[in-house]
């Protein structure tokens, strides 16, 4: 089983900046792809992007060039950095990791509000 323990959401302003965290702890595999999923009031959950171990990364198109995905594989760590935020970046932001023949693992969710 895999762990996974988000950090660094909360409430900023329109233009502000945020980093998301997660760690991912017991038995994970180095073959892992990590990234983040979001979900906003009355939609659908839908990706906002995903690293593979070797660091190939793909974005949604309303985050990219303003988001940046990065992962440390020594901590087992991924990482979003999200800049020039806009009203509609509100959402609870999911980690998510999964491995080839394992199970999908999911974070407990980070609330992310951008409002002014």
Request: proline share 3%.
């Amino acid at each position: 089983q895999v762990q996974l323990v988000e950090s660094g959401g909360g409430l900023v302003q329109p233009g502000g900046s945020l980093r998301l965290s997660c760690a991912a702890s017991g038995r994970t595999f180095n073959d892992s792809i990590m990234g983040w999923y979001r979900q906003g009031p009355g939609k659908q959950r839908e990706l906002v992007a995903l690293i593979n171990s070797g660091g190939i990364t793909r974005y949604a198109a309303s985050v990219k060039g303003r988001s940046t995905i990065s992962r440390d594989n020594a901590k087992k760590t991924v990482y979003l950095q999200m800049n020039s935020l806009k009203p509609e970046d509100t959402a609870v932001y999911y980690c998510y990791y999964d491995s080839t023949g394992q199970p999908t693992y999911w974070g407990q969710g980070t609330q992310v509000t951008v409002s002014s």
